[in-house]
Nanobody, 124 residues
């Protein structure tokens, strides 16, 4: 069973930085796992933040482009989110997600796994 453990959240003042980590375990061999970050602010819907696939292709939400950087260490099955120039609008619970896929039957159907979330609070 895939498990995701997030860390690195906390409280920071506007303009500050934080780095989130998400370590995955329980991956099946031969499967592809693409990792994403989502966030959810109080009273708002969950929104996409960034994604990195196993080939290293990056995609960002417009709201974080130029400020956030996603990276991964495939050997450690760990994804990172470096967040710079934080603003109060970035306050949210940040979730790590990994999507299992691939061509081998043991990798199907595609399935998403979610971490427990880590809180990021940015004060003005």
């Amino acid at each position: 069973q895939v498990q995701l453990v997030e860390s690195g959240g906390g409280s920071v003042q506007a303009g500050g930085s934080l780095k989130l980590s998400c370590q995955a375990s329980g991956y099946r061999p031969l499967c592809r796992y693409d990792m994403k970050w989502y966030r959810q602010a109080p009273g708002k819907e969950r929104e996409f933040v960034a994604t990195i696939d196993r080939g290293g292709r990056l995609t960002y939400a417009d709201s974080v482009k130029g400020r956030f950087t996603v990276s991964q260490d495939n050997a450690k099955n760990t994804m990172y989110l470096q967040m710079n120039s934080l603003s109060p609008q970035d306050t949210a619970t940040y979730y790590c997600v990994t999507r299992r896929g691939g061509t081998w039957s043991g990798c199907l159907p595609e399935q998403d796994y979610w971490g427990q979330g880590t809180q990021v609070t940015v004060s003005s």
